[in-house]
Structures are given as structure tokens and as C-alpha cells.
């Protein structure tokens, strides 16, 4: 190969919302990628001038993919503004909601979004082709049309806990307006346990449990030897990971960090060691310099969101946000390491960063763990408890409220004016992994995990800087709003 | 049915503009199936769909491009999200990307293309959420600037078939809805007739919201839930205008078991134009001199006034007792039936 060649890749699908990426490619490899998001809507602008509680309504209308995220984030902030605290069963079910949409949405990324691509043509001469054509062929593949069904019918817990998804108004600050009675709760646990039923069959092959328990690479991969190599869509996943080296494809930054989730995986920063260090939210700035916005960098509770569609030297709507001054990775990978999951660490140790294998084997663990964790909570519910306080009064106060969303750390910062919306500014998950490069010329996660991935001559969309992006599962609605 | 499944597919090619993808979303979980095998049932095939489809970059813009050209016929060109026009009319807010070029010319440049434009949610029908405010990025409908005719495509637009744009609307709507409608059209079975004034499949918006609210007791009686999670009528205190909102959303249900007033939470009339701007806070209802400003549709103030005193004066102990729980504090009374 000769010169370095410039390609702009896109539209970028199965992904949720808008994606292009412009690479420059030299001797069959990215030397450098920027990464736009090119649609705005302007929500924080909308949400302004609102009453408070407005919030609830409008938030979750950011993503219909993270609908229940948003939510809980923005009752969260409202929480704090107003000084309610949810009843435990108002608890318990705001995270069934909202781990329902983090187990839905790990699923639709392997089924729908990243396997696709390994039943593409390219891929023919491997020994694994037919199979992957089988089980994974876009629309056709048995793997979705044996788990979209079953996905459809998982969620009929957000018609039980929540009226529908996505966009519902059932989680409040105080709590949630639905109180489950002693026959829905058994209705929970018949849906939990139709759902394992179908990973168990299909996707794993396996007890969730064992697969929750896989503590190194060794024994993931001798487990994944044990049977049959297309034996469940987990081990020919594996089977391919292997083949095509995912586990050294795509590493993303040194530092992940999780806000924590559910009591169930801890919060914290981690950066290599064995220690894992606070998530300091002070630390917390968004880097306007590569963005179509104006303003400077600042803490989210002074950002604005003020777009410059013609800024010199701006190439995403998309801020850069830092956790003092670095670049972190967030997602399923970033929780399961933080919590400490030994073989969450031990993949991403063996490779510096986050690696496909690993974004994509952390999602499956953690669906592996909420299952489990969600029949649980089901059976704790106490029906003729209450479900929900009241709301507080809303008066000049600002608070952050933080989730876990599927993929990753997500932000609400809010200033609420004499009980109207006077600041809202939203860090999400893929703003931190997709952001453009910040003022230092410091690239984001996915831009630096880009350099170094091979393309094939004649290439238009390459095929490994896809499986790259789509390692990451990205939500560009979120990440602009 | 068979025989257009058999001999040629009905086309679909859905694209999503300025939307959060939950109308993709909620298809996805179309009659317990999902989208493709709902659609295909009924002889339908998407051409191209950004959350199902292999085809990425370059395949994906030759596919537009053969559409936009001629070279490939479509029956019908779905849209998802708001076309947004700004700035200054430019609509660089929404560049598809890898064309350089913005969504709503993209869309200017397929529906003419295309046998019928369905406008799938409100954003795409109204201009929905991202229109709320000021609308920082002028966006707007395809035949409609919330009430106002017009919208992206303007107010004579017609498809091949001669259909106005058919406002499949609701945040989110129900994927029975889409996949209903769409099988209409395949079916040759949709004509003007089937559209209500604002563009909208009669067989969804021929309904209210109210019609199957198991809240009904509370609604009768005037029984009202005073904050989040008390089971009373959630009209009078809570902002909820499913008396007032088109959609057969409690005759059928969500996610299995669900509908928003089953949820807990209050109707926001998110199949209407405006749904976004309700003029004051959303859980809140607006009144004047004690009475709701949204009356049921098709109501006499006088009368609603007239009967809801009634009806408040007659309310059953049980019934006012329970409205203001979120579980039932006192049963029905158990009495053998009086025979004859």
C-alpha cells in the first residue's frame, strides 16, 4: 500500500442513531479516526424554562433505546432536589425496570446490532462461515429469529412494571406509580423464568450461573471447547472471537469507570491496578474545542448547550467530556471490571484496554448476573406496601443524578429555578466512549481504539473497524440529544 | 395475502430522522415476534431498516440511491423522527451521514419515489418532542408543523397512490399499529376514507384513549388519585387526557400487559399534534374555577360539571377510599345474589 487514503464510513448501522466515522488508512491499517455524530435535537435547550417534573416526561424521549435510563437518571436528580426517598418495593422495582432494559438491551446488541457482521460474505472462506450464516445472517440468522421472540416476550415486564417501553411516566423521584399485587408478582417470576429459558437454550447453552462464574480466559475458552463449537450462539461467538484475534482488536483507554449499579456491581475508577479508586464526580468536565457548540470547557452544572454549526476546526455535535483531563472508557465492561469480575480484569489486563472480545463477553456476564439478581428482587416485592412517596416540594436547588445504562455511565445535571428547569446538561454513555478529540488534541475512546485496525484492500466499509464500533454498542441519540 | 407474498413482496424502506429510535424500538416487539417476521407474515420485506439490515455504508447509500433514482420501486417509504430544517433552512442539524448530504433533502428526494409515505410516530407526523419550546432546530413533520398543514413534504402532497402522508403518530406507538397499517396497504385495503382529519389510520384514532381504562369505577365516580400511584381517576389532579387523546391504547395491550393508565401515570395525548407543549406541566391538570380546562371530548361543560358533582355526591366509600391507595384497601362487598 502506498499513502495514507482518507474514507468516510457511513451511514453506520445497527447502531442506535447517527454515525459517521472518517478514517485514515496506511499500509492496510487506521493511522487515525474522528468520529461525528451528525444529528442534533437539542433537548438540554428544550428541557429549559420547564417545570420540574417536566423532566419526566421529555428526558426519556432522548432514546428510545435507553428510555428507562434517562428516566432514572432525571428522578434521581429530582430526588435529590426534592428530598424523597422511594419505599424499598419503589426501589425494587425501579431496578427491575431498568435492569429489564439493560438485560433487553445487551441481548438486541449481540442478536441484532454486532453478530450480523460475522455472517457477512467477506467471511465466506472460514471454516465457520456456514455456520455463522446460519445463526446470524441479518434478519434471516436463527439466532434473532429464536431470541427476538423471546426478547418481545421478556419485556412484557415493562408492561407489567412499567404500562410499556419505551417511554413511560412510571418512574417518579418518589418511587413508581405502579404497585405489583401477589398475582402479578408471580407473573414477574413466570417471565424471568421464560427468559432464562431461552439463554439458557439458546444463547448459552448453559446454566446462567456457569456462565457468570467463567473467571479467566482459560476457562472461558476451555469451557467454549467443551462442546460442539456452534453448541449455543455464546461459543460461536468465541469460536470466531479466537479466529479472528477480537481479543486484540480495537483497545480502548487504560482508564474505565462505573457510577455502580443496582448494589449489585460497585462503583469506581480503575486504571490497571488492583485497586480501584473513587469516581469523582467533581473531576467531571465537557471540551467544547472539536464540537459544533460554543462555550468553553466547564463542570456540567455550568455547561451550555449554545450549537456553532460553522466553528472552525469542529467536526461532531458531540462534546468531549474528561474525567480530570483523561479519556475513560464506560459500558458493561467497564462495571464488570470495576466490580472486580476476575475475568472481565484479567481480558482487558491481557490486553491494556477494553478488546472486542472483551465488550462483547462482559455484556453476556452481566446478563448472565441480572438475571438472577432480577428473580430475586421479584421475589422480595411486598405487595399492600407502598410502591411510592409522594412529591417533595420543588423549589431553587441543582443536583446530579447518575445511572448505569446499558452502556455505560449516564449523567443528568439539574438546576431547577423556583421549581422550573433553569440548567439541564446530560453526559451519556456514549458521549465519553464516542467523543471527538478535546483541546489538548487528545482523541476519544473509540477514536484511539480505531488506530491499528486492519483494513482490507479495496475496503469501502471495512469489515474490523465495524465489529470496532459496534464492540462498543454505541447509542448516538444519547450521546448528542 | 399469500398470493402478494408469493409472486412480489410489498417494499419497505424505513429511515429514521430526527427520532430517539423508539418506534424502531417498540416494533421490535411487534406481536411477540418482532418487526421482520410480523411484516413478512403479511407479505411485507424491508428493503432497507438502520437497526436490521447488513447493508452499512456505501451498500446502504447505493440501495437509497437506486430508490431515489427510480432504478429500485418501492411501495412505501416509512419515516422515523422529526425533519428538522435548520439552521437557517439548511439542515445540517441532520447530515445522513457518509452522503454529506441532509436528511430532509434525502427524504425530499425519496417520497415522490415511493407508493405510500407513512409517517411512523409523532415526531414524524407533528414534529413531536424535538419541536417542543423554542424548536431549536426548526423541526417538523412530514405534512405537518403540529397543527399547521404543511410540515417537510407541504400540504399538497400526495404519494404515487395519491395518499396524503398516513401519521401512524403516538410516543411511542403501539408496533400493532404499524404493522397493521402497513398491512393494510399491502393488502390494497387503505383508502382515503381510512384516514382521519389529521392524517391518522381511523382504525386506531376512531377510538380514545379512555375507551378500556381499567380506571373506569374511579372515572365514574369521580374518584381521584391525588398523587403518583394511588389508583383513583388520574384526570382530575394528574393532567390525564385519555378522554381527550385518539388512540385504542386500553383496548389492546402494551408489552403484554401494560397501557400507561394501568402503569400508573397519566395519558398525555401523545398521539396529537402538540402533545409536547401542553401549556403547563404535563402531571398536572389545568383548571379554571376548579374545572378541568381538557373536558372529555364531545362532553357539555355544563353537563360534565352537572354530572360529576352527581356522581362525586354518590361515590361508594370503597371507591373513594381506594382511589387514594395503591392497593386495594377495601373489597367489593360480598353479598349472595338476591334471586327472584
Known amino acids: 500500500m502506498t499513502g495514507p487514503t482518507r474514507l468516510i464510513v457511513g451511514p453506520f448501522n445497527r447502531v442506535e442513531g447517527d454515525l459517521e466515522v472518517t478514517i485514515d488508512v496506511a499500509d492496510g491499517a487506521v493511522t ?5 455524530a451528525p444529528l442534533y435535537r437539542g433537548f438540554e435547550q428544550i428541557l429549559l424554562g420547564r417545570a420540574a417534573h417536566d423532566a419526566m416526561v421529555i428526558a426519556p424521549r432522548i432514546c428510545g433505546i435507553c428510555s428507562v435510563s434517562q428516566s432514572v437518571a432525571a428522578a434521581r436528580a429530582l430526588a435529590r432536589i426534592s428530598g424523597v426517598e422511594a419505599p424499598p418495593n419503589g426501589r425494587l422495582a425501579a431496578d427491575l425496570v431498568l435492569a429489564t432494559e439493560n438485560a433487553a438491551d445487551h441481548l438486541t446488541h449481540f442478536i441484532l446490532f454486532f453478530t450480523p457482521d460475522l455472517a457477512r460474505a467477506c467471511y465466506a472462506g472460514r471454516p465457520w462461515h456456514a455456520a455463522a450464516r446460519r445463526r446470524f445472517a441479518a434478519q434471516e440468522g436463527e439466532c434473532a429469529r429464536s431470541l427476538l421472540p423471546a426478547r418481545a416476550r421478556f419485556l412484557h415486564l415493562m408492561g407489567l412494571l412499567a404500562g410499556k417501553w419505551p417511554h413511560s411516566l412510571a418512574l417518579q423521584p ?79 483507554p487504560p482508564a474505565l469507570a462505573s457510577s455502580g449499579s443496582f448494589g449489585l456491581f460497585g462503583p469506581g475508577l480503575w486504571r ?40 472552525d476546526g469542529a467536526y461532531s455535535w458531540c462534546k468531549a467530556p474528561r474525567l480530570g483531563g483523561t479519556v475513560i472508557e464506560v459500558g458493561a465492561l467497564a462495571r464488570q471490571v470495576v466490580d472486580g469480575h476476575p475475568l ?12 472486542v472480545l472483551a465488550r462483547v463477553v462482559a455484556r453476556l456476564v452481566e446478563l448472565a448476573r441480572l438475571i438472577p439478581a432480577m428473580e430475586d428482587w421479584s421475589r422480595t416485592l411486598r405487595p399492600r406496601e407502598p410502591f411510592c412517596t409522594g412529591p417533595g416540594p420543588m423549589e431553587t436547588a441543582a443536583a446530579a443524578g447518575l445511572v448505569e445504562a446499558a452502556r455505560g455511565t449516564l449523567g443528568h445535571w439539574l438546576t431547577v429555578t423556583d421549581g422550573y428547569i433553569s440548567g439541564y ?37 471495512p469489515v474490523a473497524v465495524q465489529h470496532v464500533v459496534r464492540s462498543f454498542d454505541p447509542c448516538m441519540v444519547c450521546t448528542v440529544h | 395475502m399469500a398470493s402478494s407474498a408469493v409472486s412480489s413482496p ?36 424491508l428493503l432497507w431498516h438502520p437497526s436490521l439490515s447488513e447493508e452499512s455504508g456505501t451498500d446502504a447509500i447505493a440501495i437509497l440511491d437506486d430508490v431515489a433514482t427510480g432504478r429500485v420501486a418501492l411501495d412505501c417509504l416509512c419515516i422515523e423522527g422529526a425533519v428538522l430544517d435548520g439552521p437557517d433552512g439548511s439542515g445540517r442539524f441532520q447530515i445522513l451521514s457518509g452522503t454529506g448530504r441532509a436528511m430532509k433533502d434525502w427524504i425530499a428526494a425519496l417520497a415522490p419515489r415511493a407508493r405510500f409515505v407513512a409517517a411512523i410516530g409523532s415526531c414524524a407526523a407533528y414534529g413531536g418532542i424535538p419541536s417542543a419550546g423554542l424548536n431549536p432546530t426548526d423541526a417538523r413533520g412530514l405534512q405537518y408543523s403540529g397543527w399547521d398543514p404543511g410540515g417537510a413534504l407541504g400540504k399538497g402532497f400526495h404519494s404515487a397512490e395519491g395518499l396524503p402522508v398516513i401519521n401512524i403518530s403516538g410516543c411511542a406507538p403501539h408496533p400493532g399499529w404499524v404493522v397493521e397499517t402497513l398491512a393494510a396497504l399491502a393488502l ?38 391525588a398523587r403518583p400511584s394511588d389508583r383513583g381517576c388520574l384526570m382530575e389532579n394528574l393532567g390525564c387526557r385519555a378522554t381527550q387523546a385518539p388512540g385504542d391504547c386500553n383496548v389492546r395491550r402494551w408489552n403484554g400487559y401494560g397501557s400507561c393508565t394501568d402503569g400508573g401515570y397519566t395519558c398525555i395525548a401523545c398521539t396529537n399534534p402538540g402533545f409536547e407543549s401542553p401549556g403547563g406541566p404535563f402531571q398536572e391538570t389545568a383548571k379554571v374555577a376548579g374545572i378541568p380546562v381538557g373536558l372529555p371530548v364531545d362532553m357539555p361543560k355544563a353537563w360534565f360539571v352537572a354530572l360529576a358533582a352527581l356522581s362525586k355526591s354518590a361515590t361508594p366509600q370503597r371507591v373513594r377510599s381506594n382511589a387514594h391507595s395503591d392497593h386495594v384497601l377495601v373489597p367489593p362487598a360480598r353479598r349472595a345474589p338476591k334471586l327472584p
Open chain 1, 32 to 36: 487515525a479516526a474522528r468520529v461525528n
Open chain 1, 174 to 252: 418518589g418511587g413508581v406509580t405502579k404497585a405489583i399485587d401477589g398475582g402479578e408478582k408471580m407473573r414477574l417470576l413466570a417471565i424471568l423464568a421464560e427468559f432464562r429459558e431461552a439463554l439458557e437454550a439458546h444463547l448459552f447453552a448453559d446454566r446462567l450461573e456457569r456462565i457468570a462464574a467463567l473467571s479467566s480466559p482459560e476457562e472461558l475458552f476451555a469451557w467454549a471447547d467443551a462442546a460442539a463449537f456452534d453448541a449455543g450462539d455464546f461459543r460461536l461467538f468465541l469460536h470466531i472471537a479466537r479466529d479472528l484475534d477480537f481479543g486484540g482488536l480495537g483497545i480502548g
Open chain 1, 425 to 461: 446538561q446530560i453526559i451519556a454513555p456514549t458521549t465519553w466512549n464516542f467523543s471527538p478529540r478535546d483541546g489538548s488534541g487528545q482523541p476519544g475512546a473509540l477514536e484511539s481504539a480505531l488506530v491499528g485496525t486492519p483494513v482490507q484492500p479495496g475496503e469501502a466499509t
Open chain 1, 272 to 311: 490497571g491496578g488492583g485497586e480501584v479508586l473513587p469516581f469523582d464526580l467533581a473531576q467531571v468536565t465537557e471540551d467544547v474545542a472539536s464540537a459544533w457548540m460554543a462555550g468553553d470547557t466547564s463542570h456540567p452544572f455550568a455547561g451550555l448547550t449554545r450549537p456553532q454549526p460553522d466553528k
Open chain 2, 188 to 225: 390494497d385495503d387503505f383508502g382515503p376514507d381510512c384516514l382521519d382529519a389529521l392524517g391518522r389510520p381511523r382504525a386506531i384514532a376512531d377510538h380514545l384513549a379512555h375507551h378500556g381504562c381499567s380506571r373506569n369505577e374511579f372515572y365514574e365516580f369521580k374518584a381521584s388519585a
Open chain 2, 10 to 45: 410489498f417494499t419497505v424502506l424505513w429511515l429514521q430522522a430526527a427520532s430517539c429510535g423508539g418506534c424502531t424500538m417498540s416494533t421490535l416487539a411487534a406481536d411477540d415476534v418482532g418487526l421482520v417476521k410480523a411484516l413478512e407474515r403479511l407479505g411485507i420485506q
Open chain 1, 344 to 355: 472481565a480484569r484479567t481480558l482487558v489486563r491481557n490486553s491494556g484496554g477494553g478488546s
